[in-house]
Nanobody
């Protein structure tokens, strides 16, 4: 079984910074894309950013220039550095990983349990 465990959420003032992490563990052969999504109250879950195994990145327009996604392939960990945070960034942040369990298996999506990020004064 594969587990994704997020950490690093919390309360931060507008304009502040926060870094969230997500570590994948279990019976993993390889991980393709890793990403961060978020869901605010009353809204649908949306993609924030993703990073490929080769390090290419993609960001939602709302976070470009403020958030940076990175990963440590040796640790099966993805990070999201969030700067210049705004009240509208408040949400539960979920990590996602496309995992291959064996050399010949299909990619399967796994999700973390979510970590709350609250931007408030």
């Amino acid at each position: 079984q594969v587990q994704l465990v997020e950490s690093g959420g919390g309360l931060v003032q507008p304009g502040g910074s926060l870094r969230v992490s997500c570590a994948a563990s279990g019976s993993i052969f390889s991980i393709n894309n890793m990403g961060w999504y978020r869901q605010a109250p009353g809204k649908q879950r949306e993609l924030v950013a993703f990073i490929t195994s080769g390090g290419s990145t993609n960001y939602a327009d709302s976070v470009k220039g403020r958030f940076t996604i990175s990963r440590d392939n040796a640790k099966n960990t993805v990070y999201l550095q969030m700067n210049s945070l705004r009240r509208e960034d408040t949400a539960v942040y979920y990590c996602n990983a496309d995992v291959r369990l064996t050399r010949y298996s299909n990619l399967l999506p796994y999700w973390g349990q979510g970590t709350q990020v609250t931007v408030s004064s």
